[in-house]
T-cell receptor
Framework: DTAVSQTPKYLVTQMGNDKSIKCEQN?????MYWYKQDSKKFLKIMFS???????INETVPNRFSPKSPDKAHLNLHINSLELGDSAVYFC???????????????FGPGTRLLVL | AQSVTQPDIHITVSEGASLELRCNYS??????LFWYVQSPGQGLQLLLK??????LVQGIKGFEAEFKRSQSSFNLRKPSVHWSDAAEYFC??????????FGDGTTLTVKP
């Protein structure tokens, strides 16, 4: 069973369209993340949620809106897609160990978004 | 705010040679440090982590890392590199629930 899954794996779309990427984890984790990895492989956190509550919202355009319907899902909706949104988007999840503030993250396989 | 620097963008080593990837961090409290590996076309996978205790930590695939507080470093090492180790390596520092910062990554190329 895949621990963290993302759909779709590839997404090619036109500028101006609206698209969603879905993420699901079956690890029972409380915290989920979205990262953007650009063509230079730089990995930047976009959002993190803990128990469906937003923890981090980095300087991401408000065209990006995360939605967490439950602890196992964190979807990313993108409005009015732009060329610069082309990247690989990774979902991840983690669980805070008892008494510990930090955690290992488990990453999905990524969604390769290409905006034409 | 925490930060992570990986000074080497790209490293090339010969198969069988030793490897050291550098990582320097900046964080005001006790750091929680991680190394992740990303194989081509894949997501990231944890290699090892340091929370506390022994400053030399062992990870998967024969990797180890040493935490040096005085140098704010957490360098990754492997005594003998295999061709399958060619990948992107990321160092990360954790700063609380849901808060992690990743370095810019080091691309490892392995020559036959």
């Amino acid at each position: 069973d895949t621990a963290v899954s993302q759909t779709p794996k590839y997404l090619v779309t036109q500028m101006g369209n609206d698209k969603s990427i879905k993420c699901e984890q079956n690890l029972g984790h409380d915290t989920m993340y979205w990262y953007k990895q650009d063509s230079k492989k730089f990995l930047k956190i976009m959002f993190s949620y803990n128990n469906k509550e937003l923890i981090i919202n980095e300087t991401v355009p408000n065209r990006f809106s995360p939605k967490s319907p439950d602890k196992a899902h964190l979807n990313l909706h993108i409005n009015s897609l732009e060329l610069g949104d082309s990247a690989v988007y990774f979902c991840a999840s983690s669980q805070v160990p008892s008494g510990g503030p930090q955690e290992t993250q488990y990453f999905g396989p990524g969604t390769r978004l290409l905006v034409l | 705010a925490q930060s992570v620097t990986q000074p080497d963008i790209h490293i090339t080593v010969s198969e069988g040679a030793s490897l050291e990837l550098r990582c320097n961090y900046s964080y005001g409290a006790t750091p929680y440090l991680f190394w992740y590996v990303q194989s081509p076309g894949q997501g990231l996978q944890l290699l090892l982590k340091y929370f506390s205790g022994d400053t030399l930590v062992q990870g998967i695939k024969g990797f180890e890392a040493e935490f040096k507080r005085s140098q704010s470093s957490f360098n990754l090492r492997k005594p003998s590199v295999h061709w399958s180790d060619a990948a992107e390596y990321f160092c990360a520092v954790g700063a609380g629930v849901g808060k992690s910062t990743f370095g810019d990554g080091t691309t490892l190329t392995v020559k036959p």
